[in-house]
C-alpha cells in the first residue's frame, strides 16, 4: 500500500498523545547502528530495567561493531550473565564479525543484508533501520502485534501484522510513530487494557470486547513463560555461571549441581545443549569452558536467524 505524507487523524492522534508521554530510555537518545542493534538485541525477553545498566556497560566496553568483533567471545558471555538468554550474546558476536567480515565494520542498512546477520530476525532488522535510519517501516514487537490485532478486530498472521504496520507509518515519521506504539502497547494497550482515551481506532474496543481477545490468537503477541526456578534455562544459566572462572571437569560440575533437584542425566543434558549452541566447549581431557573464538571469520557462517 502506498504511504501518503499527509497524517490521517487517526495517526495525529496517536502521535500528539504519545510523543509527549514517551519515556525516556538511553537508546532512544543515538541513531548509532550498533548502539540500536545492541539495545535490540538485549531487550528480547528481558525487561527494560534491566537493560539500561547493562546496555551502557556494554557500550562502554564495546562501543564499535569492530570493537566487539575483536573481543574474545567468551568476554561477551561473562558480561551477558543476568540478561538471561545467552546464545543472543553469541550472536551478536556473530553479528560484529559478519558486519566487519562483509560490511566494513558498518552494520548494514538495508533489510536483506540485516536479516542475513546471524540471529537477526525481522524484528530486530527493521527495529535498526526505523531507530537507526528512519526507514519508514512498521516494527511489530509483542507489544505492537497486540495493539494491531485488537484495531484489526482479529487475530493475525506474522504476514499481516507486518503488512498492516508497514501501510500505517507515516513516511517522514518513523522513529517517532514507532517508538510511540510501542510504549501504547507497553503502557496502555496491555494484556489488560486502559483504553480510556486511546487515539487507536480499535475495532475490538468498538466492538465492545467480544471474547476471545483478538490478541491472544496472533503472531508475535508473547505467552506467559514458564518458571524460571528448576527449569532447564536455569540450569544452562547455573553452568555457565560456574565456566566464567575458568574450565571445568565434568566431576567438579556434576559436585556444584547435581542435587536434590538436579540429577546427572539432566547435568548431562545441559551440557550436551550448550556445547551444541556453541555457548560452551567440550575439551578432550574432559573438562569444559566457555569459547573463546579463536577460530575467527569462518564462524559467521552461522545463520540462525530468529530472536
Not at 561473562?78 to 559478519?98: F, M
Not at 505492537?144 to 508497514?166: N, P, S
Not at 526456578?229 to 560456574?242: K, M, T
Request: aromatic share 6%; glycine share 10%; proline share 8%.
Amino acid at each position: 500500500m502506498a504511504l501518503t505524507r499527509d497524517l490521517t487523524a487517526e495517526q495525529e492522534a496517536v502521535l500528539d498523545g504519545g510523543m509527549p508521554r514517551l519515556r525516556d530510555l538511553p537508546w532512544r537518545r543515538t541513531r548509532d547502528p550498533w548502539a540500536v542493534l545492541v539495545s535490540e538485541v538485549m531487550l528480547q525477553q528481558t525487561p527494560v530495567a534491566r537493560v539500561v545498566p547493562r546496555w551502557e556497560r556494554f557500550l562502554d566496553r564495546w562501543p564499535t561493531v569492530t570493537d566487539a568483533a575483536d573481543a574474545p567471545l567468551r568476554d561477551l558471555l561473562v558480561d551477558w550473565k543476568g540478561l538471561g538468554y545467552p546464545r543472543r550474546a553469541r550472536y551478536l558476536w556473530l553479528s560484529a564479525r559478519a558486519c566487519v567480515d562483509r560490511h566494513g565494520g558498518s552494520v548494514p542498512s538495508t533489510l536483506p543484508d540485516l536479516l542475513a546477520l546471524p540471529g537477526v530476525g525481522p524484528y530486530t532488522a527493521r527495529a535498526v533501520m526505523a531507530f537507526a535510519g528512519g526507514s519508514a517501516v512498521g516494527v511489530v514487537d509483542t507489544n505492537i502485534a497486540r495493539v494491531l490485532a485488537r484495531r484489526a478486530g482479529r487475530g493475525l498472521t506474522a504476514g499481516a501484522a507486518q503488512e498492516l504496520a508497514d501501510a500505517w507509518v507515516p513516511r517522514d515519521r518513523a522513529w517517532e510513530w514507532n517508538q510511540v506504539l510501542m510504549d501504547l502497547g507497553a503502557t496502555r494497550c496491555r494484556p489488560i487494557p486502559d483504553c480510556d482515551g486511546c487515539p487507536v481506532d480499535c475495532a475490538w474496543r468498538d466492538a465492545g470486547f467480544p471474547d476471545p481477545d483478538p490478541a491472544q490468537g496472533s503472531a508475535g503477541v508473547s505467552r506467559r513463560q514458564a518458571p524460571f526456578a528448576g527449569s532447564d534455562r536455569e540450569l544452562r544459566g547455573r553452568v555457565l555461571d560456574h565456566l566464567s572462572d575458568g574450565p571445568r571437569s565434568r566431576a567438579s560440575l556434576e559436585r556444584l549441581l547435581v542435587g536434590n533437584t538436579v540429577d546427572p542425566q539432566r547435568l548431562v543434558a545441559a551440557l550436551d545443549g550448550l556445547v551444541r549452541d556453541g555457548l560452551v566447549v567440550a575439551n578432550r581431557d574432559d573438562t569444559f569452558d566457555l569459547p573463546r573464538g579463536e577460530t575467527g571469520p569462518s564462524e559467521i557462517s552461522v545463520t540462525a536467524h530468529g530472536t
